[in-house]
């Protein structure tokens, strides 16, 4: 699990690191410290030994005696020094397995000098086996487009027109209630004048998946959000979930979802399952490898944004083969709002309050994904 951040180079002089804290709230623990200048850096976390090894240029430690025996949260110690080929590391030792939530360094500004945060999240080993799994080599940011144009976001309320989707035991339909959302977040995205929108469908019209697919390929986005709320037999269960494109899904939950929502082509008389297996094939033998990427790493940044705002189900990152995420040139996720068998997530997904901070909480999201202070971020 490996971040880099590249910066310029900056002129050869002493470079301090100092006033390294260590902070834990709300299941993260965060690393940060001070550095005299921009610098260059990459973060790897590994699992035997649990530990996170933070590796700098040569720099000088301006800490004071005994720095390392103050922690908290899941980092139990940490040290400095001298790391391989003439550079610096910081070495956090951890309690159990984690994963990186976000590695950044801001640029010095008002004064202040540049600072760097590391965020951790503890996980199992299974987690980390399979975020170690999910892994496709390093992971490039998303590329920025020219400074006059602006990032295409494309908005897919699933369903729709002969295809209500799931409906709640009070006759709540997904495709309404996704649409309501949708334009809940393509307000949102707008009011910040950084995103052009496009939505799959602004009104209640049937689309065919592959449509929906193509629709973000012609209009270049730079990410592709379909939106979803379903049904489960298990009345208590509820939560968001969000889903990324995987050959093999990530669990029984994620295959069935997929199986349900590929289905959807059928109800107009052609069985997409028949020839998604020919699409699928052109798709996923293109450059489809970074694109899924892009997806894990806006995923992992959703779901830490949207935590505060919603329900997330125990898993809250899943992964299967949707035919509407197979675009081989843009990142895609799937956000399953909730489940309208259960009666709170109905009542959420009803709300306009909810809808406007969820939608609040994805723009920051999007925010996050595309700004250049996180760069860095691990996918």
Do not use: C
């Amino acid at each position: 699990m490996l971040a880099m951040l590249a910066l310029p180079a900056i002129a050869a002089r002493a470079v301090e690191l100092k006033n390294a804290t260590i902070t834990e709230a709300g299941g993260h623990t965060v690393f940060e410290a001070d550095v005299s200048a921009p610098v260059s850096f990459s973060v790897t976390a590994q699992e035997k030994p649990s530990q996170v090894e933070i590796d700098l240029p040569r720099l000088t430690f301006n800490l004071p005696r005994g720095a390392g025996r103050e922690v908290a949260g899941s980092i139990s110690s940490w040290r400095y020094g001298a790391g391989d080929k003439g550079k610096a590391r910081i070495v956090l030792s951890t309690k159990t397995p984690v994963v990186i939530s976000a590695s950044t360094l801001v640029p010095p500004a008002n004064g202040k000098p540049a600072h760097l945060k590391i965020d951790l999240v503890v996980t199992t080993r299974q987690g980390f086996a399979e975020t170690k799994a999910l892994e496709t080599g390093s992971i490039t940011p998303a590329s920025p487009k020219p400074a006059a144009a602006k990032l295409v976001i494309a908005l897919d309320p699933g369903h729709g027109g002969v295809d209500p989707g799931a409906s709640s035991n009070t006759g709540t339909r997904e495709k309404d209630v996704v649409l309501a959302f949708a334009d809940a977040l393509r307000t949102a995205l707008e009011a910040t004048s950084r995103y052009t929108v496009v939505m799959t469908r602004q009104g209640d019209k049937f689309i065919k998946l592959e449509d929906r697919v193509q629709y973000a390929r012609d209009h270049k986005a730079d990410l592709f959000i379909a939106i979803h709320a379903d049904t489960l037999d298990e009345a208590e269960v509820r939560g968001t979930t969000l889903y990324t494109e995987s050959d093999k899904a990530s669990d029984a939950v994620a295959e069935a979802m997929a199986q349900k929502e590929n289905r959807a082509d059928i109800l107009t008389g052609m069985d997409l399952g028949k020839q998604s297996e020919d699409v699928a094939n052109v798709l996923i033998n293109l450059a489809q490898k970074e694109s899924r990427s892009q997806a894990m790493l806006f995923a992992k940044k959703a779901v830490n944004e949207i935590r505060p705002v919603t329900e997330l189900t125990s898993k809250p990152i899943r992964s299967a083969a949707f035919v509407v995420l197979k675009a081989p040139d843009v990142p895609s996720v799937l956000v399953e709002l909730g489940y309208l068998s259960n009666k709170a997530d109905e009542a959420m997904l009803l709300s306009p309050q909810w809808r406007s901070k969820m939608a609040a909480a994805m723009t920051a999201a999007i925010d996050g994904y595309f700004s250049p202070s996180l760069s860095a971020a691990l996918k």
